[in-house]
């Protein structure tokens, strides 16, 4: 089961146009270290502060100087700056809300440079909160209309929420800045790709979900695949305490029209790229429930967790919660006799090589092995573990640094459990 990552955009150190001051004049630093801002007269303690990158006393010092005074008009510059560099750390950090607020508070002295509102859209994509981001790509194409990654990122957003026209009139913008950038380049093929097959689709609808498929070939599925992805959100809903945030699009495809569209290896029986895709040319009932099962929890993990979540976490839970008991148990099987037999990789190495060429067998065993992890975890932690742990990764922590918090095992510990475990 593939799982696309989508880009998430950080703020780059860039300053704001105009005159050349340079703060670090007499330093002897290079000259990429130089800032640019507008001239302006600074008392020598603000000055200093700024020298050395004190950004949170020099925001107080040019707050005071620029609500009393107001002398120079060009303090907004500097105030936007010093916030925008508390921004930068936030993002680097991954504490997305707190690079919002620095952001927000940029864009109320100086609200006419588009990397302001790109980190603004980033940070909010990152937080799933799509409306939010939308906004922000979209102010920044106000300022500069054909701007590459704000046209990028809307075509993403857009195709999260089954608007396809505005997808692909995005991409195609981004294409004409950047025409070499092949990840757009295989998003919008994708698109055009389905778009010629998907001409007499039909769409059923409820409030979490949109399903289209071609009702002519396949009218039983009206009905049903509705039906069964409400009882899979309730289920995963109780494990995860995760539900959509959004109408997930749930699309339904002939084999044929599934491996070209997606590009996925023959190995795959769905993908989620955004939107939840599966083959059903031969479906039988019980195993496009467990397809769609496995690709709905990839769809509320990135909802919560835009691509931050460990390949080994996310793939493990959906296989375990996908409901594929005869399945899961082969494969378990399968990782306990490597685990025994042979020295593993690093659950943060998943799946590295094991993926290389796509080679079914290498493939089934990073399943298995990240299954095996999971459902250790579960097993001895509970599912409340696990749902405290997506929470502190949803506000930018990593697993690793916060697995201790929740099991009292570093996560070199918990992994060594894990095989002596499954190796008896």
């Given at each position: 089961m593939k799982k696309i990552t989508i880009i998430t955009l950080l703020v780059v150190g860039l300053c704001l146009g105009g005159a050349s001051f340079d703060l670090n004049a007499g330093t002897g630093k290079d000259q990429k270290d130089k800032v640019y801002l507008p001239p302006v007269?600074?008392?020598?303690?603000?000055?200093?502060?700024?020298?050395?990158?004190?950004?949170?006393?020099?925001?107080?010092?040019?707050?005071?100087?620029?609500?009393?005074?107001?002398?120079d008009p060009n303090l907004k510059y500097y105030l936007a700056y010093c916030y925008e560099q508390l921004a930068n750390t936030a993002l680097d950090e991954k504490r997305y809300q707190d690079a919002i607020n620095q952001l927000e508070s940029a864009v109320q002295y100086v609200d006419d440079q588009p990397r302001l509102y790109l980190g603004l859209g980033a940070s909010f994509f990152s937080l799933s909160r799509y409306s939010e981001a939308e906004d922000a790509f979209s102010r920044v194409l106000e300022?500069?209309?054909?701007?590459?990654?704000?046209?990028?990122?809307?075509?993403?957003i857009y195709y999260l929420a089954n608007n396809m026209e505005?997808?692909?009139?995005?991409?195609?913008?981004?294409?004409?800045?950047?025409?070499?950038?092949?990840?757009?380049?295989?998003?919008?093929?994708?698109?055009?790709?389905?778009?010629?097959?998907a001409e007499n689709f039909e769409t059923e609808a409820d409030m979490q979900f949109s399903v289209s498929f071609n009702g002519t070939q396949k009218p039983e599925l009206r009905e049903l695949v509705l039906k069964m992805l409400g009882e899979i959100s309730r289920q995963v809903g109780r494990e995860l305490n995760l539900y959509p945030n959004r109408q997930i699009p749930v699309i339904l495809l002939t084999d044929q029209a599934f491996f070209d569209i997606t590009g996925?290896?023959?190995?795959?029986?769905?993908?989620?790229?955004?939107?939840?895709?599966?083959p059903v040319d031969k479906y039988r009932p019980g195993l496009l429930k467990i397809v769609l099962a496995?690709?709905?929890?990839?769809?509320?993990?990135?909802?919560?967790?835009?691509?931050?979540?460990?390949?080994?976490?996310?793939?493990?839970?959906?296989?375990?919660?996908?409901?594929?008991?005869?399945?899961?148990?082969?494969?378990?099987?399968?990782?306990?006799k490597f685990i025994k037999e042979t020295k593993i990789p690093p659950l943060e190495e998943l799946p590295g090589k094991l993926l290389k060429n796509g080679d079914s067998k290498r493939v089934?065993?990073?399943?298995?092995?990240?299954?095996?992890?999971?459902?250790?975890?579960?097993?001895?932690?509970?599912?409340?573990?696990?749902?405290?742990?997506?929470?502190?990764?949803?506000?930018?922590?990593?697993?690793?640094?916060?697995?201790?918090?929740?099991?009292?095992?570093?996560?070199?510990?918990?992994?060594?459990?894990w095989k002596e475990v499954c190796s008896r």
């Amino acid at each position: 089961m593939k799982k696309i990552t989508i880009i998430t955009l950080l703020v780059v150190g860039l300053c704001l146009g105009g005159a050349s001051f340079d703060l670090n004049a007499g330093t002897g630093k290079d000259q990429k270290d130089k800032v640019y801002l507008p001239p302006v007269d600074l008392n020598p303690e603000t000055y200093q502060l700024l020298k050395n990158s004190q950004w949170e006393p020099a925001v107080e010092k040019l707050r005071e100087a620029y609500e009393l005074f107001n002398s120079d008009p060009n303090l907004k510059y500097y105030l936007a700056y010093c916030y925008e560099q508390l921004a930068n750390t936030a993002l680097d950090e991954k504490r997305y809300q707190d690079a919002i607020n620095q952001l927000e508070s940029a864009v109320q002295y100086v609200d006419d440079q588009p990397r302001l509102y790109l980190g603004l859209g980033a940070s909010f994509f990152s937080l799933s909160r799509y409306s939010e981001a939308e906004d922000a790509f979209s102010r920044v194409l106000e300022l500069e209309p054909d701007h590459f990654l704000a046209n990028k990122m809307l075509g993403e957003i857009y195709y999260l929420a089954n608007n396809m026209e505005e997808a692909r009139e995005h991409w195609e913008a981004a294409l004409k800045k950047e025409p070499n950038d092949n990840y757009t380049k295989k998003r919008l093929a994708g698109l055009k790709k389905y778009n010629r097959v998907a001409e007499n689709f039909e769409t059923e609808a409820d409030m979490q979900f949109s399903v289209s498929f071609n009702g002519t070939q396949k009218p039983e599925l009206r009905e049903l695949v509705l039906k069964m992805l409400g009882e899979i959100s309730r289920q995963v809903g109780r494990e995860l305490n995760l539900y959509p945030n959004r109408q997930i699009p749930v699309i339904l495809l002939t084999d044929q029209a599934f491996f070209d569209i997606t590009g996925s290896p023959q190995w795959a029986g769905g993908v989620f790229e955004g939107q939840i895709k599966a083959p059903v040319d031969k479906y039988r009932p019980g195993l496009l429930k467990i397809v769609l099962a496995h690709e709905y929890v990839h769809a509320v993990i990135f909802d919560r967790l835009s691509s931050r979540c460990p390949w080994w976490l996310n793939e493990g839970l959906a296989q375990y919660l996908s409901g594929d008991q005869a399945g899961n148990k082969l494969k378990l099987e399968l990782a306990a006799k490597f685990i025994k037999e042979t020295k593993i990789p690093p659950l943060e190495e998943l799946p590295g090589k094991l993926l290389k060429n796509g080679d079914s067998k290498r493939v089934q065993l990073a399943y298995a092995l990240a299954l095996s992890a999971v459902q250790y975890f579960v097993h001895q932690f509970g599912m409340s573990a696990v749902q405290n742990i997506m929470d502190s990764m949803a506000e930018g922590k990593s697993f690793a640094s916060i697995i201790g918090n929740f099991t009292g095992f570093s996560f070199a510990e918990f992994q060594e459990n894990w095989k002596e475990v499954c190796s008896r």
